[in-house]
């Protein structure tokens, strides 16, 4: 039987890993909601459905695999809100199902350590809709549920080089603050080993080695580009939108050791300096 990963919400994340499974004969089922996107899926050899709108009946029996990446939004989940029953039936017959969460369940740690043992205090409402529809994922019987809290995400097409070339980067200074992120390549080869090496019910942080205040990348982004490094601007004098705002009320450090020590992982980018070097001589 061929193995097949049915893919709700197939955007970034899910196509990186898709591209380390194609070459290994695996067969990817991949929702995404607008035909656009999925004539750019089929083209990467992904067999697209438009999600909500098409029948699942047919994905859903073929897959062995499930991924989740849609996020839930005031309504819920919104995978279950639509497919909960179909997913329970099925869940017994799954080798493998992820659920691609956001280090934001941890909420505020004022600059400290956390680990998937830690409690789950989201700050913010995006937060606390992910650790609601984790906790909903986890009652599925019988579903072979793997969570992976991600950090912030960069890669290709997602990195601070655009915004610092045109001028538009900020350097937003707020004392003790720091992100943790992860590549998306990283990303990918991490959902792959779980893939390989299944252990139902575990939950893993995905992130680099290096935790830093999120000014020291705009600053590194502009060494690199041979650019004047952006002006600093004091958090509470900067116009921010409360969405980006947001996102300064978090400060933690996430500690990556379960996806070595449990998965073997070797990240192929262990700090922003190693991610955003690859990113430039992409480019070039």
């Not at 599925?140 to 950090?151: E, S, V």
């Not at 921010?240 to 990240?267: C, H, Q, T, W």
Request: aromatic share 8%.
């Amino acid at each position: 039987m061929t193995k097949t990963l049915l893919s709700f919400g197939h955007g970034y994340s899910a196509r990186a890993l898709t591209r380390l499974l194609l070459p290994e004969g695996w067969a990817v089922i991949g929702t995404t909601r607008s035909e656009e996107k999925a004539e750019t899926l089929r083209g990467e050899g992904v067999d697209p459905l438009v999600w909500p709108g098409a029948d699942m009946t047919d994905a859903l029996a073929r897959a062995t695999h499930l991924l989740i990446s849609a996020g839930p939004d005031e309504h819920g989940d919104p995978v279950l809100a639509q497919m909960a029953d179909k997913i329970v039936a099925k869940a017994p017959d799954l080798e493998w199902a992820g659920y691609l969460s956001t280090t934001g369940v941890y909420g505020d740690h004022d600059g400290g350590w956390v680990d998937e043992t830690a409690a789950l205090t989201p700050a913010t409402k995006r937060g606390q809709l992910r650790v609601e529809a984790e906790a909903q994922w986890q009652a599925i019987p019988d579903l072979p549920l793997h969570i992976f809290r991600l950090a912030g995400i960069y890669g290709p097409g997602r990195g601070p080089f655009s915004k610092v070339r045109n001028g538009t980067a900020r350097r937003i200074i707020k004392k003790g603050q720091v992100f943790s992120r992860t590549h998306v390549e990283d990303i990918a080869q991490i959902l792959h080993a779980s893939i390989n090496k299944p252990n139902p019910g575990a939950a893993y942080n995905v992130c680099d080695d290096d935790p830093a205040p999120p000014q020291d990348v705009i600053a590194y982004a502009a060494k690199l580009l041979g650019l004047p490094i952006p002006e600093a601007i004091d958090f509470d004098k900067a116009e921010m939108s409360p969405m980006a705002r947001s996102f300064y009320a978090e400060s933690k450090k996430v500690s990556n050791k379960r996806i070595k020590e449990e998965l073997g992982v070797d990240l192929i980018y262990p700090n922003y300096r190693a991610g955003l070097q690859a990113l430039l001589k992409a480019e070039i």
